[in-house]
């Protein structure tokens, strides 16, 4: 099955899907070893299984897993690694933030002798999809957000080069599975700024020889829906439109659609992947909402270029409200769709 769809405005998701409340029970009763292996797969296997049928329900064109088997973004890929010593957190009292999460010393070189196992997350999916997948990943200066250098490393970006091999055999293993839509993710690009050279050329190498069409996604943080980077792109343009990239995947709707004529300014070839719903809010947009973000951005990117999404994952957002999101957005592009398709004669 082509994963393509051929349609305008097609719409899709950046990664993450709303955890349901039974699984938060679920992942507690796993942490303190209260379930069995085959407890543990059902319970992983029910939620992919739950994110596919809410995303094919709202109608979305290009689906994901949800990440359902990942835990808050990248942590859960640490448990994969060799060489990693826990730190203690920075802080433990009060809200929750960027300053909480557990963090880890690279004790020594990493390795990862299982691979990241998103090969696997797509073997799953694809059986279930009636609809075209988009698999997605962390980049390498992403991977490493919550792990200090320690002794092993002189800086974080010598530890991020470490990861480049093992995400580019991961991304081919995905190609040669039959992975044709691939999304890096890479937040740390807004969150750490200055080097954009540095973090092109590292993601350049990350992807070579990947047989796929690709996408990079760059976002601004969303840990309990705030951001974490100074919220614009400009600084980043022109050079990000040196990556190897089909497709750059960027957030809108919670900035009020603000930078949305780049595409034209800089005369951009490639495609965007633009948020138009915004998971960092309990707003429920409405079809309208979403056409009337959709209709400003047609004002500098033609609609064959344009895919539909939210801002960003959903995770920090509950699986009702994620729901009610994505048919918002589904109903909005439909709305623009039929105003094109209409003025076109169809």
């Known amino acids: 099955m082509s994963r393509q769809p051929n349609r305008l405005l097609p719409t899709t998701v950046i990664g993450s899907h709303g955890i349901p409340g039974w699984m938060w029970t679920a992942i507690d009763q796993i942490d303190k070893g209260n379930y069995g292996q085959t407890d543990v797969r059902e319970t992983f296997d029910d939620a992919v299984n739950l994110a596919i049928l809410d995303q094919q329900r709202a109608g979305v064109d290009v689906i994901t897993d949800g990440e359902m088997r ?57 059986k279930l999809a009636d609809r075209p997948i988009k698999v997605t990943c962390p980049g390498p200066l992403t991977l490493t957000i919550h792990v200090r250098p320690g002794p ?27 992975a044709d839509f691939i999304q890096l993710d890479e937040p740390s690009f807004a969150i750490i700024p200055g080097a954009m050279k540095d973090w092109l050329d590292m993601y350049n190498a990350t992807v070579e020889g990947v047989d796929a069409k690709l996408a990079l996604h760059v976002c601004f943080g969303n840990l309990t829906s705030r951001p974490r980077g100074k919220r614009t792109y400009r600084w980043m343009f022109p050079a990000l439109l040196e990556a190897r990239a089909d497709q750059l995947v960027l957030e809108f709707a919670n900035r ?7 595409w034209r300014e800089f005369s951009v070839e490639k495609e965007l992947g633009a948020g138009v719903v915004d998971v960092k809010s ?36 509950p699986r009702w409200l994620t729901y009610v999101k994505l048919e918002a957005m589904v109903a909005g592009a439909a709305i623009v769709r039929r105003e094109i398709e209409g003025g076109n004669g169809r």
């Open 70 to 126: 990942r835990w808050y973004f990248v942590q859960g890929f640490y448990r994969r690694m060799d060489g990693l010593e826990v730190e203690p957190p920075l802080r433990s009292v009060g809200l929750y933030g960027y300053d909480t999460p557990k963090r880890y010393r690279a004790s020594e070189k990493l390795t990862v002798p299982d691979g990241l196992g998103i090969v696997e997350e797509f073997e799953y999916t694809k």
């Open 152 to 178: 092993a490393y002189k800086t974080r970006t010598e530890l991020a080069w470490d990861f480049v091999e093992v995400i580019n055999t991961e991304l081919k293993s995905l190609a040669a599975a039959g």
């Open 256 to 262: 009020e659609m603000s930078e949305s004529g780049l």
């Open 282 to 317: 309990f707003y429920q947009e409405t079809p309208e909402d979403v056409a009337e973000r959709i209709r400003e951005l047609l004002r500098y990117v033609s609609p064959e270029k344009l895919y539909v999404s939210p801002d960003c994952g959903f995770f920090q957002l």
